[in-house]
């Protein structure tokens, strides 16, 4: 996935009612941006951290930048934008990239499913296969110094029911998979943070006894593109 146009960068001054934020520019001017994270984005936006912000060429969008990169001053480089982790993991998936969802013929998105009237981020099908619901989260928050990463960040009562849906899937005799895109470059494992979501956890684990897959996968980042790497561990049940 490339940024086209290129990405434009700036020094972070604030982040504010959840999607906007404030940059100092290289020519000491102020910009407002948007936003496109809902979490707490802990680590993630800090006054004085670098950004990079891409440009929309919508007319009618109020504000034609959307926030993308972050570089913290311990180095690491993040992607706020979470809507990039779906983006990453259907280009993941189309170029064979995660293994265990390849060889399916046919690859939908955003298909109504289950008894809570979801959406499901990817559906693959394929003529000998069961269809794969697949839910796609992105990992931001890095919890320690040994490199573990956590979701959520916050309380997430969608993320709750995404997770009561994937395992009516897997008692439907169907395959569900909880694919975490992790789009930070200081995590090397994945679990559950309980302590942030308690019920979250208590149903991912529900859920992977039922049949649900957990895969990690993270993302190299970069400010001309990024794409999906390699596998992480998950440390769940």
Avoid at 72 to 77: I, P, V
Avoid at 172 to 200: C, M, N, W
């Amino acid at each position: 996935m490339e940024f086209s146009p290129p990405l434009q960068s700036g020094v972070l001054i604030k982040r504010y009612k959840r999607f906007l934020a404030d940059l100092t520019l290289d020519d000491s001017s102020e910009l407002t941006i948007h936003c496109a994270n809902t979490g707490a984005m802990t680590g993630c936006a800090e006054p004085g951290n670098k950004v990079w912000f891409s440009t929309s060429d919508n007319p009618k969008r109020k504000y034609p930048n959307s926030w993308e990169l972050t570089e913290t001053k311990a180095g690491h480089r993040i992607c706020v934008n979470t809507i990039r982790a779906n983006a990453l993991a259907i280009e993941g998936i189309k170029e064979g990239l995660i293994k265990e969802l390849s060889g399916y013929e046919e690859l939908k998105t955003e298909q109504k499913y289950g008894s809570e009237n979801s959406r499901i981020d990817v559906l693959l099908r394929s003529s000998d296969k069961t269809d794969c619901y697949i839910e796609v989260k992105s990992v931001t928050l890095l919890s320690n110094d040994e490199g573990l990463g956590q979701f959520p960040d916050a309380v997430t009562t969608r993320g709750q029911k995404h997770l009561r849906e994937l395992t009516e899937i897997t008692e439907s005799g169907q395959r569900a998979v909880l694919l975490f895109i992790v789009l930070h470059s200081g995590i090397e494992k994945v679990s559950p943070a309980t302590h942030i979501d308690e019920h979250y956890s208590t149903l991912l684990k529900q859920a992977q006894k039922s049949g649900v897959e957990v895969l990690c996968y993270n993302a190299d980042l970069s400010i001309d593109q990024m794409k999906i790497s390699r596998k992480l561990p998950f440390y769940g049940l």
